[in-house]
């Protein structure tokens, strides 16, 4: 019986050997053929993009199903028996859910396109007259320094001249006609994409949202039938985990995002400050991007106000470091608190590494990615600690030279 107990530890090992080295061997093929690797993750990327859309959006418009979901459950308990009531309660969250989803995406169309468009259009429009008030006021500021002001002077009109020249391009039909035609089929093509693909992730959206606690309960299923009960629960844990990291950050941060463009919008009408709703609008989307999204939505949105008054650029500049410092020491942790637990070294970092890889959409969603990884591994490091009976505070291993072995005791 032994013997026969012992085989199958061989067996078990064997198997477990081969499983490893098909992994290595799988994971070197991986990084050697990574442009096919990309290529065909985009392909298929590009094929569940109605389905990547609708679960975007049944993830963040959650919070409201859930919440029509359970305020229609409570108003009809005294009247309607709980099988017909949990239909009604599914159809109302559904409704509410794409009510919601419906005013924003028009409210927000409504109030911002038509004073975006009419910027741009004045931004075009006042290229040559704002071109020429900034040159001026070049001479004036480097009038007692003729050699720099010539020389900024030669910069600053050779970027007027390529800017007019591509405003220009894109304008004049005639010249350009082939570019224009195929800019507009591709424009036309890549629109009917979007909308065909945002369509299609609505419907996947309303599946979703009243099959998740089915989907939920599914995959539980799978993970309680797969792992042994202690670790099955581990796994659990672990995904309820990520799941509150990553809600609390995104939707977090896109609360905090609309907040900051609200401000940014009543400070600098106040201050009457021009292309106040393209920047505000600059602003708050680049605001969803940490660390760096200050700087993103801050660069451009000066240019903008440059080219109009110089003079009003540094006010400008001033009111963003306001804000961003308002956002980061008050809005900011009011709303999102310690979502992720990582030191501000740890949050550049992701963004950068995520963000090479996945570029704006890694920006947004490294620094969560991370904090998880970040305390997945803090948590597996704590427990093999704990198996070799040593301490799990890091300040322990500060200035320690080495552990004795027989009683351990940290020699420093």
Known sequence: MREHHKFWDFVYWGITAVLVIITCIAAALVFIRWQSVWSTLHFVGRILAPVTYGAVLAYLLAPVY?????????????????????????AMATLVS???LVAVVTGLIW??????????????????????RVALWIETLFADYPDIEIAVLNVYNQGVEQLVSWVQSTTDLIPNIEKVITGVYTSVVGVVNLVKNTLIGIIVMLYLLNIKDT????????????FPLAGA?????????????????????LVDSLIIGILTFVW???????????????VGVTNIIPFFGPFIGAVPSALLVL???????????????????????????????????VSSFWVLF???????????????????????????????????????????????????????????????
């Open 350 to 412: 992701s963004i950068l590494f995520f963000g090479g890889i996945l570029g704006p959409v890694g920006m947004i969603i490294g620094v969560p990615t991370f904090a998880v990884i970040y305390r997945l591994t803090a948590e597996w490091v704590n427990k093999r600690l704990k198996k070799k009976e040593l301490s799990t505070v890091t300040d322990d291993y500060g200035d320690l030279d080495y552990i004795d072995e027989e009683n351990k005791t940290y020699v420093r």
């Open 268 to 282: 600098l009408s106040i201050i009457k400050m021009p292309y106040t709703v393209l920047i505000s609008v600059i």
């Open 98 to 100: 794409l009510l919601f």
């Open 233 to 253: 629960n581990e796994i659990v844990e672990k995904l309820r985990f990520i799941h509150r990291v990553f809600g609390g950050f995104i939707i977090g941060k």
């Open 66 to 90: 859930n919440r029509a979901d359970r305020w229609t459950d409570r108003v009809l308990a005294p009247y309607v028996k709980q099988e017909r009531r949990r239909s009604l309660a599914k």
């Open 307 to 341: 080219l109009v008054n110089p003079r009003k650029c540094l006010w400008f500049l001033l009111s963003i470091l306001v804000i961003q410092q308002l956002d980061g020491n008050v809005i900011g942790p009011k709303i999102l608190g310690n979502s992720t637990g």
């Open 111 to 132: 109030m911002i396109l038509p004073r975006v468009l009419e910027s741009v259009m004045g931004i075009i429009n006042s290229i040559p007259s704002s071109a020429a």
């Open 215 to 226: 989907l939920t309960a599914q995959g539980k299923k799978i993970i309680y039938s797969l």
